[in-house]
């Protein structure tokens, strides 16, 4: 189940959005002039989320490294460009 709620009225309903989350699976949007602007999720889902990034990275990472191994892609230096602020 998900419901939309302002960040207002998430901010003065924290605890119960917390407990719906945590204990009945809910994920609650919060909105910021209309649009969703963040979520509360059940950290299981979170936690899903951040695995299955971790997989994208590494795969992504693996088909970098064969492509270079293979001759497909070549090394690109980094060149820092004249007159650039490090941030």
Same mark, same amino acid.
């Given at each position: 189940?998900?419901? #939309?709620?302002? =960040? !207002?009225?998430? %901010?003065?309903?924290?605890?119960?959005?917390?407990? %719906?989350? #945590?204990?009945?699976?809910?994920?609650?949007?919060?909105?910021?002039?209309?649009? $969703?602007?963040?979520? =509360?999720? /059940?950290? @299981?889902? @979170?936690? &899903? &989320?951040?695995?299955?990034?971790? &997989?994208?990275?590494?795969? !992504?990472?693996?088909?970098? &490294?064969?492509?270079?191994? !293979?001759?497909?892609?070549? $090394? =690109? /230096?980094? =060149? %820092? %460009? !004249?007159?650039?602020? /490090?941030?």
């Amino acid at each position: 189940m998900t419901t #939309e709620m302002t =960040v !207002s009225q998430g %901010r003065a309903e924290l605890s119960a959005v917390t407990a %719906r989350a #945590e204990f009945g699976g809910e994920t609650t949007y919060l909105t910021k002039h209309g649009h $969703r602007a963040a979520a =509360v999720v /059940p950290a @299981a889902s @979170a936690e &899903l &989320l951040e695995q299955l990034e971790d &997989l994208i990275d590494t795969r !992504s990472v693996e088909i970098a &490294l064969a492509n270079l191994d !293979s001759g497909k892609d070549e $090394r =690109v /230096p980094f =060149v %820092r %460009r !004249s007159g650039a602020n /490090p941030a």
